[in-house]
């Protein structure tokens, strides 16, 4: 097995990034400097770089598995979201952290909001021994966002959601953005809502099939 992950890191930008139209300077350089594999159980570090989402947490207890995105898709949502370096980014689901890690190479701070307390854990520690120092990590339920540090000029989904939450949409600055996969499977589109004054629109950008994050689900009615 391969243990060159510089290597591998460099092929994930060139071949999984640049490929599918991620163009963004800053994003590619984010995707390069930050080390995917860290991020995982060390038995799994040689599927870092893998173009599938990665399993970090499996399904149990009813609850589903937890999963870091495939590295195109999230550097294509990154892109969308046209993130500066004087923004404050909410990151819902974080999970161990490498998505954080990368948001903390594009904006000036960045909220990590994780649901699971052990994968907080292991995110908060990854990235404090990664020196990833403006970065917090924070528990909660992610379709509540985090509104104590509100309002943010960017907040990313880390998975697919049925639906974006008004909660969600409430905690955006005046101009912000905010990113998600909606739909599940091949049904997936990715969007980006954009924030004007009290009103939010919504575009569709492109075709996105991702993991899904737990607690935006739809409820069935049923109807008569």
């Known amino acids: 097995m391969e243990s060159d992950y510089t290597g591998q890191r460099l092929r994930m930008v060139d071949c999984q990034l640049r490929t599918t139209d991620v163009t963004s300077p800053s994003v590619l350089e984010a995707m390069l400097s930050v080390p995917r594999e860290e991020f995982v159980e060390p038995a ?4 870092a770089y893998i173009d599938e989402d990665l399993i970090v947490l499996p399904a149990g207890r009813g ?36 998505s954080s890690a990368v948001l903390s190479k594009l904006a000036t701070s960045v909220v990590a909001l994780e649901s699971d307390q052990a994968l907080a854990d292991a995110a908060a520690a990854n ?33 697919s959601v049925d639906f974006v939450p008004d909660a969600l949409l409430a905690q955006l600055k005046d101009g912000g953005r905010l990113v998600a996969v909606e739909g599940r499977g091949n049904a997936g589109r990715a ?25 935006f689900e739809r409820t069935l009615a049923f109807e008569f």
């Open 63 to 98: 609850g589903q598995g937890r999963y870091l995105m495939e590295p195109s898709p999230f550097a294509k949502l990154l892109q969308l979201a046209e993130i500066t370096p004087s923004d404050f980014v909410l990151d819902v689901g974080c999970c161990t952290g490498y």
């Open 44 to 47: 799994k570090r040689p599927l």
């Open 127 to 159: 990235l404090s021994r990664l020196g990833y120092d403006n970065v917090a990590v924070v528990r909660g339920p992610l379709q509540e966002g985090y509104a104590a540090e509100a309002p943010y000029d960017v907040i990313v989904l880390g998975g």
């Open 191 to 215: 969007r980006i809502y954009l924030r004007t004054g009290e009103a939010v629109a919504a575009r569709n950008a492109f075709n996105c099939a991702v993991k899904p994050l737990p607690g």
